[in-house]
């Protein structure tokens, strides 16, 4: 059986990072895979998951199996930082949620879900979204179908194209949105457009499955959950992935949490121990060290402090590296102010996969082909070389 094995390409985003590491230039500039970066090019480890780390060490007594739905510190601090302790779905115990490896681990639970309970299920995702979320979806049997999102041309939402679109969605249909910081074009709704997608969810009745997976990174913690609190709230029904990567630092631990908002405390009960099930087939349970850390963070006032205060030094320099980038492209005539108003760690440059390829073969820039940009791999030290390089393949 195994002689028919036939290899495959590099995957269009992970793989990247070792084209990046094998690239002798000195001057190389890593744009690919979305891992934040510091001023010095670095991913730092967070102080309060240091100390988080530092405490559970020292006070750790077992490594036996934690309980099926995972660290319960983690589940319910999340929930706490995501929708707040006085939500309505919080305080009605309407929400059914289990610990997952990662936010891949988490869409692919909930997609295993919908599976499970109505086969074929047709899935509307954004043109564009995150190129694994086909596979992640797709591959658990759920039919993907597109929902029109991002104009290159205006560098802008079409939202009158995505609203005629999920205006003709019905109850059979499940509707995927990003959070926050849309990956991967930066653009995210509005509280406004927030809005008006929640009533065409309720008029239509079509279940939308949020992604959020950059809590944080965009406008803040709060402004960033708008969508998910508000749906919440209004819907009858909402699954949620969430991820720790970016927003704890915690990429290769995978912590992500999957989250059914139901109608009712029993059928959430009954979402988790579907969810718990269908883990339990796959993988059994996951990973406990990245949980274990949010959860003792976001159990300690200290601490939360602390990393609520790292992650808004990080949004910060995220939004100054995208105006100061921005800046140096108006400096050689050409117009990148969109890059200033998107948020989070992804842009698209808006150039072809040719000149993409000419970033990477004669300037050692390495990006997505479709041209998304990780804008946290810009840093004053190399935003000159970048924009020159920018600049030469667009002939500015
Ligand atoms: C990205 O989009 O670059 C990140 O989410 C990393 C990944 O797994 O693709």
């Given at each position: ?26 001057d ?5 895979a979305?891992?934040?970066?510091d001023?010095?090019?670095t991913?730092?480890i ?6 988080a780390?530092r ?13 099926p739905p ?5 589940i319910?601090?999340?929930i706490?930082?995501?929708l707040?302790?006085?939500?309505p ?5 309407r ?6 490896p990662?936010?891949?681990g ?5 997609a ?27 591959d ?10 991002y ?14 679109t ?9 509707v ?23 009533d ?7 279940t ?10 965009g406008d ?6 708008y ?11 909402l ?7 970016k927003n704890?630092g ?7 949490l ?7 405390t ?16 796959i ?6 060290h990245?949980a274990?850390?949010?959860?003792r ?18 949004r910060?320099?995220?939004?100054d590296?995208?105006r100061?980038?921005?800046e140096a492209?108006?400096h ?15 842009s ?20 997505v ?7 946290a791999g ?6 000159e070389?970048?924009?020159d ?6 002939d500015?």
């Amino acid at each position: 059986m195994l002689d028919a094995v036939r290899p495959l390409p590099a995957d269009p985003i992970l793989g990247l990072i070792g084209a990046y590491q094998r690239d002798p230039n000195p001057d190389k500039v890593d744009l690919g895979a979305g891992v934040y970066r510091d001023r010095s090019g670095t991913t730092p480890i967070f102080e309060a998951v240091q100390a988080a780390e530092r405490s559970l060490l020292a006070s750790e007594t077992t490594k036996s199996y934690v309980a099926p739905p995972g660290d319960p510190a983690f589940i319910r601090g999340v929930i706490d930082q995501l929708l707040g302790t006085d939500h309505p779905a919080v305080t009605d115990v309407r929400v059914g949620a289990v610990q997952a490896p990662g936010g891949c681990g988490a869409l692919r639970l909930g997609a295993e879900l919908i599976q499970r309970l109505r086969p074929g299920t047709p899935l509307w995702v954004s043109t564009p979204t995150w190129p694994n979320h086909e596979p992640l979806l797709g591959d658990a049997g759920l039919k993907i179908h597109a929902y029109p999102y991002y104009d290159h041309d205006a560098h802008a939402i079409d939202f009158d194209a995505m609203h005629a679109t999920l205006a003709q969605r019905g109850p059979d249909d499940v509707v995927l949105l990003h959070g926050c910081c849309h990956n991967p074009c930066g653009a995210d709704l509005t509280h406004a457009q927030w809005d008006a997608i929640g009533d065409l969810a309720l008029e239509r009745g079509f279940t939308p499955f949020i992604d959020i997976a950059y809590h944080g990174l965009g406008d803040g913690l709060d402004d960033d959950g708008y969508g998910v609190r508000t749906f919440a709230g209004r819907l009858p029904e909402l699954l949620i992935a969430y991820s720790c990567s970016k927003n704890f630092g915690l990429y290769r631990e995978r912590a992500g949490l999957v989250c059914a908002v139901t109608p009712s405390t029993e059928t959430a009960s009954a979402a988790r121990t579907q969810l718990n099930s269908i883990a339990r087939g796959i993988y059994s349970m996951p990973p406990a060290h990245g949980a274990a850390i949010v959860g003792r963070i976001l159990a300690d006032d200290k601490l939360t402090a602390s990393w609520r205060d790292e992650l808004d030094a990080m949004r910060g320099r995220l939004l100054d590296i995208r105006r100061v980038f921005a800046e140096a492209m108006a400096h050689r005539g050409a117009d990148f102010g969109f890059i200033a108003d998107e948020r989070g760690l992804f842009s698209f440059l808006g150039i072809s996969p040719e000149q993409v390829e000419q970033l990477r073969d004669h300037y050692s820039v390495y990006l997505v082909g479709s041209s998304r940009i990780n804008v946290a791999g810009i840093t004053e030290d190399n935003v000159e070389y970048l924009a020159d390089a920018v600049a030469a393949v667009l002939d500015v």
